[in-house]
T-cell receptor, first 114, second 113 residues
Framework: NAGVTQTPKFQVLKTGQSMTLQCAQD?????MSWYRQDPGMGLRLIHY???????DQGEVPNGYNVSRSTTEDFPLRLLSAAPSQTSVYFC?????????????FGPGTRLTVL | SQKIEQNSEALNIQEGKTATLTCNYT??????LQWYRQDPGRGPVFLLL?????KEKRKERLKVTFDTTLKQSLFHITASQPADSATYLC????????????FGQGTELSVKP
């Protein structure tokens, strides 16, 4: 039972390149989300999903796309990377969208955009 | 504007003392408040949850209080140990925000032996 896995762990991109950050879970949880963490800014929600086929925007969605075709996977796509997207990205899951459920975080992907 | 603020400066304390971390918020009406621990290079790990109608919650050496009048939560670690050194994050669940968690920026705690 790996919980939440994220790949890659590290990535360097050039401005304008595209890439997909992968998030997979084996806990059969409904709720999946993506955060970015920047120094002094805390964790900011990018996109989230309350179940397969359902996604919605968080606080900072611009420049990112998501889809949720299965319960297990929730990839985050950067279509044209910008230096402002340099950050650490965390995927998090919880049992449902109910507020009292703890969130389980993945180990993170550290992305640098040159 | 809506804000969540935690002690921006790192907290340094001596082993065995009680560490107290603060989470203040403005212009929110949270339903729940959660505390997480984050070690360098790792994702946050859930510690405690407290509901708006609860004043206090305890778990082993951890205690959380939630004062919706003061709009403040305090997080205490008693008999602190060097292994407690980490960054601690508070997160609010807001009623009208679709179940999303809003995080504070975190407070770094350092416990010296």
């Amino acid at each position: 039972n790996a919980g939440v896995t994220q790949t890659p762990k590290f990535q360097v991109l050039k401005t304008g390149q595209s890439m997909t950050l992968q998030c997979a879970q084996d806990m059969n949880h409904e709720y999946m989300s993506w955060y970015r963490q920047d120094p002094g800014m805390g964790l900011r929600l990018i996109h989230y999903s309350v179940g397969a086929g359902i996604t919605d925007q968080g606080e900072v969605p611009n420049g990112y796309n998501v889809s949720r075709s299965t319960t297990e996977d929730f990839p985050l796509r950067l279509l044209s990377a910008a230096p402002s997207q340099t950050s650490v990205y965390f995927c998090a899951i919880s049992e449902s969208a109910s507020s009292y459920n703890e969130q389980f975080f993945g180990p993170g992907t550290r992305l640098t955009v040159l | 504007s809506q804000k969540i603020e935690q002690n921006s400066e790192a907290l340094n304390i001596q082993e065995g003392k009680t560490a107290t971390l603060t989470c203040n918020y403005t212009n929110y009406s949270p339903a729940y408040l959660q505390w997480y621990r984050q070690d360098p290079g790792r994702g946050p790990v859930f510690l405690l949850l407290i509901r708006e109608n609860e004043k206090e919650k305890r778990k082993e050496r951890l205690k959380v209080t939630f004062d919706t009048t003061l709009k403040q939560s305090l997080f205490h670690i008693t008999a602190s140990q060097p292994a407690d050194s980490a960054t601690y994050l508070c997160a609010l669940l807001i009623y009208n925000q679709g179940g999303k968690l809003i995080f504070g920026q975190g407070t770094e705690l350092s416990v010296k032996p």
